[in-house]
């Protein structure tokens, strides 16, 4: 999947830069961002610090974040967006206008790139976020789209239960559940109020960074909701079992997923040196409707490792449609020289089928002929 960024969401950004830096010179703007790019990104992954709350009120900050996240925020949540939409039955209904709760909305990147998904859809977009300058942001791009936006400035740690027109058919968190639980986790009351403002029938999807800690709350969240009588778990999971990652820390949920930086972000990274040409990322999609449980199904599995060559073949770890997480192997002697190349360019995070499977070994693997991508 490569879906490509819009050209009037990269000019929006570029002008804003021009004007910043009070120059002509495209090439020039987009690099007198790199100090605060290089700054955003270790504050995002590994040096976070007391202040950073606050980030977005700072200009070339924002800018940054607006050339070098925007884009990967907007073509990052497409992936669990169309897998939603290929695998599963949620989709926005026909007959009514879509609303979306984008919570921590920043910029807007996640509820725009989702409202550009499905383009005949009349779509109303309410963004939640602390930072006003943000939303400022966010509402003029809203406006040159023609999108239907409210914004609200508001502190997410105190979440409102059922505020009624706020109750929505997708309630968004992108990016921002981890900066507001940094240090302790969200209580049972806040996950409860949250579950609240998802409509039924609606959905409720978070995306994480794929930091060590993150994936792993994830996964604890999703018991909290497992429990809930109404819902019910469409992704990443297969299975609706406890998830089995809970019990081996090793091995965490997360997508390595490629995609297509527009050009301001190759030029803005040429002195970075960050691998951009991939999107890392954890993510949780819960629909609140009632549904039988699914029939545990070992021969659909989810690739929760990258896929290497090992000894004469090629492994990689799934977490299955039995609730299982497990190792699988294909002997080489079974693959041409292609097929073993084609094995290899197979994503992390892919839903794959197994056509047969063979148990080996302790703790139980399958060795397998081959895999078909659905
Ligand atoms: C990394 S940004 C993600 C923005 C956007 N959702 C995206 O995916 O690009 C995190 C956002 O969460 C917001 N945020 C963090 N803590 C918040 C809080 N306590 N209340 C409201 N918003 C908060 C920040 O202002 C920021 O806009």
Redesign the pocket.
Known sequence: MNTPYPVDYEQYWLKQALRHFKTAEVNKAILALEPAVRYLSDQ?TTKRSEDF?HY?EDPELLLAYGMF??PQ?YSRVRFPLEELIRFTPWRPKSDAPFQIL?M????G??SLSIADFFPGQPTKIIG????PT?LKHFEAIARDRRIDLHTFN????RLPIKVKPHVSDLVLM???LN??FQTVEPEISWLESLWSLVQEEGLLLIIEPSLHQTPVRLEKIREFFRAQSNSHILAPCLHSETCPLLKNVKTQCHEVRHWKPPESLKILNKGLFREISLLKFSFLAIQKTTVAPRPLNPQVTRMISPMLDENGKTIFHGCSGDGVARRHEILHRHLTKPERHDLLQVERGTRLQLPDYEIVGKPEAFRIKNIIQP
């Open positions: 995002f709350a977005s996240f925007f925020t984008d921590g909305c920043g910029l990147a996640a939640w976020d602390q930072s943000s508001k502190d997410l740690h992108s990016f921002s900066e507001l």
